[in-house]
């Protein structure tokens, strides 16, 4: 009896966790399915802003230039990242934070807008959205960090349902039973075999949409986050200057001879640092982490930071970030990645009609819902 009364609480717990917050894990589980496709989608579909027309002979490219100029369109209180190209016939791409944000896609060898999206335009970007802030911001990622610890009460208590008296039917799935039994075998059976690869997707999802995570971590380990070093406060406006980029970026090259190029960063307003990013042969982030701090306001050098020298939460994004999108193992762990968005998902969408099946039968024998 004791035993019966224990089920009935991991059961009830298991249902209704599943039927407030699962469902918020079931939109990510389909949004980030969706993103493994759609970004080469998207580049297939639209060339015109990933694929740069040929560079004529002789042609120079000032980085100074492109940012004086998108400076007076959008207000010198907006931040630009530049993210120069990586490979042969990649254009240039500027992600801007002001009055308008959004994407705009430059021809790398003349600086020459060739398109321009806004963050909520295009498939991708909404999805983009819905996956890592439910477009709501920080509110969004509080919810989805709250969605994995959701889930993760939700692999227990599934795994304590889910385990056999008799181990040789653990496993087994009745595909010809009828829908509502072949979904309770597959959600019963892959969450037993696939949950705890689900978590990893989940839990490096968490990591990175929500911030808090990794100051944790580096409290916990007995750290201090590193914080972009400040700068003198900028002159009065008849003697202030601006840095030279492309300066500011030979100085960086220095300090990372050996590193890629990964994003220039040029703040909002003159009160904060910039920031130039590298990515050394032994980081496994894709857009690298050893930075560069430069003053905008005259060019100098304020600190830099190799990837490996960070505090432990901030180190932690070198291999939670490429293993949640799929870089960190090639084809094969972008293809598991699909899959354990598509179970994710699945998860949320059978777990809601065994819920609402059961419920139907319950009302036609006139047991009430509990």
């Known amino acids: ?9 991991w059961l009830l717990a298991h249902r209704w966790v599943g039927l407030s917050l699962g469902l918020l894990l079931l939109l990510a589980g389909l949004t980030g399915a ?10 297939a579909l639209h060339p015109e802003l990933f694929q740069a027309p040929a560079a004529p002979p002789g042609a120079v490219f000032r980085l100074d230039a492109v940012r004086e100029r998108l400076s007076a ?14 490979e042969p016939g990649e254009t240039l791409h500027v992600y801007v934070r ?36 439910l477009l709501m911001e ?29 181990w040789r039917h653990a496993f087994s799935i009745k595909l010809v039973a009828g829908l509502t039994r072949s979904l309770f075998d597959l959600h019963r059976v892959g969450g037993a075999v ?9 839990l490096t999802g968490a990591y990175m949409a929500w911030r808090p995570i990794s100051v944790w971590v580096t409290g916990v380990a007995g ?22 980029l492309e300066r500011v970026v030979e100085q960086a090259r220095t300090i990372f001879p050996a590193g890629q190029l990964g994003y220039v960063q040029w703040p909002a307003g003159a009160g904060a640092a910039g920031r130039i990013r590298f990515r050394l042969p032994d980081d496994p982030h894709p857009n690298g982490l050893s930075s560069v701090w430069f003053d905008p306001n005259d060019g100098r050098i304020l600190a830099a930071h190799r990837w490996s020298e960070l505090d432990p939460g901030a180190r932690g994004y070198a291999w939670i970030y490429p293993l ?29 009609w065994l819920w609402w099946r059961r419920r139907r039968a319950r009302r036609a024998s006139g047991d009430p819902e509990r």
């Open 1 to 9: 009896m004791a035993l019966l009364k224990a089920r009935r609480l």
């Open 34 to 43: 969706a993103l493994t496709v759609t970004r080469p989608l998207d580049e």
């Open 73 to 86: 369109e959008f207000g010198s209180r907006t931040g630009f990242t530049f993210r120069p190209p990586r």
């Open 98 to 133: 002001g009055p308008w944000s959004g994407t705009l896609h430059l021809d790398p060898a003349s600086g020459t807008e060739l398109g321009r999206r806004g963050e909520h335009e295009g498939l991708f970007n909404v999805l983009f959205e819905l996956h890592a802030t």
């Open 138 to 166: 920080e509110t969004g990622r509080a919810l989805l960090a709250l969605a994995v610890l959701s889930y993760v009460l939700l692999l227990v208590t599934g795994a304590v349902l889910w385990w056999p008296s008799k």
């Open 194 to 202: 696939l949950g705890l690869g689900v978590l990893v997707s989940v």
């Open 223 to 244: 750290a201090v986050p590193l914080k972009p070093p400040p700068v003198r406060p900028p002159l009065p406006a008849a003697k202030a200057t601006t840095a030279s």
């Open 324 to 352: 949640h999108i799929g870089r960190l193992g090639g084809t094969g762990q972008l293809v598991l990645n699909f899959v354990f968005g598509a179970v994710l998902a699945g998860f949320g969408v059978s777990g809601v």
